[in-house]
């Protein structure tokens, strides 16, 4: 068989770069040795979601007395909570089934791999094999879970993200390793539902890569939540021997303690799939467990591209469709079927989104980032105690900061902790790409009552100018 683009992956990069070279008139296949949509539709964004829905219907119910409702004897089924994820997933999976019929997109099920310039070797199941021949092909084979040197998964006792999401029964106690979006948004899962959670994070403090007060904003949450948390202390050894699971845990001044669970999930973050897909046979240069790419995601073999969690930029699946979407745009420029280059990616002006109760997101530099690249800066908050859409829904934890450029008013980043602020963030993201500074955010009128409005006030906030605080 023959194709213009070839696309390895149909996770959240690899679909939309095979729709949009579609779209721009080349013969598209995609090769998946899984399941249509990757780990973020059947194993990771979508069915976590539906997970943490039930979590916070739950939460709610077990709290409806603080809305004037009295519901009594509330009970979360742990079985009916993983089915209804699971069929929120095979859901999701079979509309990209439709969205390559619709593209008229060949799906060819089975493992693939590069066996040369313009060639794919795809094994099947049943271990048969055949050569695809591609004028264009895109490395898009997504990223696992990382796995500790001592803390090796046993997929029972000490599981990843695909087992947490298909547990049998319900762990009495659960011991969570690393504190990324994965961790957290676990540990709100099951300690919501009744499972005693142990955070256990290396760094100073939960989410790192946030901003210092989202971090300790969380851990505020989450320990009047009653999730445990030991930050600045590592996991030495697991003994699996006896009916749960023995942690031995070092903690910042070196002494250890062993804390005992049903179960260790280890979320240490993702580690990209490049391993067996002729990269080395063919020349395609990778660096520190990422392939190399250029601005257009081309690898160092030309006609060659990779896209998402293999490649260097954010693992993130949004990062991934705009990847494969450029990846696609780029080719069609060579090929002259379309006029422009694609816009390129500003990296630093990617959302970041985190799926707990309270919900996390973040865009841009953070306080320490901004003062560190040399700016002078203004910097507001608002709480969101203060909205009154929060306290009419009952929901006041947390706030958004705002960071402003003191010299132009350049909108350097923003970072929000509450309910809904994953639904926010997307305006911060269009704001920065169009280059609007502070005046123009606090001269857009921001409806009320509204979370969002909480954006115009924590900017009124960093000019002196606030009304509500």
Not at 303 to 331: F, R, T, W
Not at 372 to 397: C, H, L, N, Q, R
Not at 438 to 464: F, Q, V
Request: neutral net charge; proline residues 3%.
């Amino acid at each position: 068989m023959a194709y213009d683009v070839v696309v390895i992956g149909s996770g959240p990069g690899g679909y939309p770069a095979a729709i949009r070279a579609s779209q721009l008139g080349f013969k598209v296949a995609v090769i998946e040795k899984e399941s249509l949509g990757g780990i973020c539709l059947n194993w990771g964004c979508i069915p976590t979601k539906a997970l943490l829905k039930s979590a916070q219907v739950y939460e709610y119910m077990k709290h409806s007395a603080d809305y004037g409702i009295n519901a009594t004897g509330v009970q979360a089924d742990f079985g009916a909570v993983i089915k209804r994820s699971r069929g929120v997933a095979d859901k999701m999976s079979k509309g990209v089934t439709f969205l390559m019929k619709k593209n008229k997109i060949d799906v060819i099920m089975g493992y693939g791999k590069i066996a040369s310039k313009g060639k794919v070797e795809v094994t099947a199941a049943d271990g048969s094999k055949q050569i695809i021949d591609a004028k264009f092909i895109v490395i898009a084979t997504g990223g696992r879970s990382r796995e500790l040197p001592n803390l090796k998964q046993d997929g029972k006792k000490v599981i990843g993200y695909r087992e947490a999401m298909v547990l049998p029964t319900q762990p009495k106690s659960m011991i969570i390793v690393g504190s990324g979006a994965i961790g957290v948004e676990f540990a709100y899962v099951y300690n919501s539902m009744g499972t005693k959670v142990t955070i256990v994070e290396f760094l100073p403090r939960i989410v790192p890569v946030e901003d210092e007060e989202i971090s300790k904003e969380l851990e505020k949450q989450y320990k009047k939540q009653g999730i445990d948390i030991m930050t600045n202390s590592s996991v030495e050894s697991v003994d699996t021997s006896g009916d749960g699971v023995k942690a031995v845990v070092k903690k910042q001044d070196g002494s250890t303690i062993t804390l005992e669970a049903d179960i260790v999930l280890s979320a240490v973050g993702v580690v990209a799939n490049i391993e067996n897909i002729g990269l080395e046979q063919n020349g395609i240069k990778a660096e520190k467990g990422k392939i190399i790419v250029d601005k257009y995601q081309q690898t160092s073999v030309a006609g060659i591209y990779a896209i998402g969690d293999c490649s260097p930029g954010q693992a993130l699946a949004h990062v991934a469709a705009k990847e494969g979407i450029n990846a696609a745009e780029h080719m069609a420029y060579l090929e002259k079927k379309h006029h422009h280059l694609p816009d390129t990616i500003d990296y630093n002006n990617v959302p970041g989104c985190t799926y707990c109760t309270p919900e996390i997101a973040s865009i841009g530099y953070t306080e320490k980032a901004a003062k560190d690249a040399g700016y002078d800066i203004k910097v507001g908050k608002f709480p969101f105690v203060a909205s009154g859409k929060a306290s009419a829904a009952g929901a006041t934890e947390g706030f958004v900061k705002v960071i402003f450029d003191a010299k132009y008013g350049e909108f350097l980043g923003a970072h929000m902790i509450g309910a809904n602020v994953t639904e926010m963030i997307a305006e911060v993201s269009v704001a920065r790409k169009l280059e609007t500074t502070a005046h123009e955010i606090l001269n857009a009128i921001h409806p009320h009552p509204t979370m969002s409005e909480g954006i115009k006030e924590a900017t009124a906030a960093a000019y002196g100018e606030a009304i509500d605080i």
